[in-house]
Nanobody, 123 residues
Framework: QVQLVESGGGLVQPGGSLRLSCARS????????MGWFRQAPGKEREFVAA????????YYADSVKGRFTISRDNANNMVYLQMNSLKSEDTAVYYC????????????????WGQGTQVTVSS
């Protein structure tokens, strides 16, 4: 059984930071690109960031570039999203996902998804 489980969401003030974690279990994710997406109420799911299997390449949405950092620890089957300088518009449910295909900025590319973790940025 494939599982991706996100954690680390919560309520944070504008300008604050959060680190999301994604734990992978149930199968090997060798050679999978790992991505983070988010979905705000009434909006479509949107790409946030992705990282290749080796960690050698990372990709970011323009809206988070310079503020968010994606990383992975393959030995421990973990993926992280460090979010700094958070804004109210970052409020959404954040999802971890795994893909072997391209393009990596499209939700339809991804084969496996977690259940999501809520991030709320508010004063």
């Amino acid at each position: 059984q494939v599982q991706l489980v996100e954690s680390g969401g919560g309520l944070v003030q504008p300008g604050g930071s959060l680190r999301l974690s994604c734990a992978r279990s149930g199968r090997t994710f060798n050679f999978y690109t790992m991505g983070w997406f988010r979905q705000a109420p009434g909006k479509e799911r949107e790409f946030v960031a992705a990282i290749t299997w080796s960690g050698g390449s990372t990709y970011y949405a323009d809206s988070v570039k310079g503020r968010f950092t994606i990383s992975r620890d393959n030995a421990n089957n973990m993926v992280y999203l460090q979010m700094n300088s958070l804004k109210s518009e970052d409020t959404a449910v954040y999802y971890c996902a795994a893909a072997k295909r391209i393009p990596i900025d499209k939700a339809t590319t991804y084969d496996y998804w977690g259940q999501g973790t809520q991030v709320t940025v508010s004063s």
